[in-house]
């Protein structure tokens, strides 16, 4: 037996009209959702920014409040500053320059033999040669030892060769001399005169 749809065609196509109905609203709902988010994250954004100005006129104001150095104090404590520098740098380049004397003397009389006695001692520090304004002299050229000088008796010429040897191990003198060494008579007695001349070592130099 042969089917038969007695519906009319109208009722079939009944959901037609609410699928477009649908169409149109969801898009308007998104924008109406979409416009809301936007609008809650531009109120959120301007009130960190009115913090932000809020704050900066805070620190700002506060800026303002600190007084300004004077600036004649300022000129003064430079000053100050700058003075007390060049007075450490004086001082610094004075020590730099400063020789032991007390440690030259108290090897000079560890290494004086017993049976020599000195009558005169004589000592100057070195300067060098740009602070003296004289130029320095050539190598090799013989130069007289006069910083550092000696004179005393023994009772001979080998005890005077035996303080030239001992003067030599002492580290501040260099350039050890012989000035003079003369045969004399004291009282029934012959001894020998003498003059020794060195230089002494500048501070800082090798040995």
Known sequence: MRAINLLPRDDVRRGGPQKRQWIVIVPVVCAVLLSGVLSMLFLNASGKVKDRQAQLSGLQAELAA???????????????ATDKQTRVTAL????????????????????????????????KAPVSPSLAGAP???????????????????????????????????????????QQSTLQKSGGSKIVHFIIAADVRGPGASS
């Open 136 to 178: 320095p002299a050539p190598s090799g050229t013989a130069v007289a030892a006069t910083g550092f000088t000696i004179e005393g008796y023994t009772y001979s010429h080998a005890a005077v060769a035996r303080v030239l040897g001992r003067l030599g191990v002492v580290p501040d003198l260099v350039n050890i001399q012989l």
């Open 66 to 80: 600190i007084p300004t150095p004077d600036a004649s104090k300022v000129q003064t404590q430079t000053a100050l």
């Open 92 to 123: 610094n380049d004075a020590l730099s320059r400063r020789v032991a004397w007390d440690r030259i003397f108290r090897e000079l009389s560890l290494v004086l033999p017993s049976d020599v006695w000195l009558t005169n001692l004589s000592a």
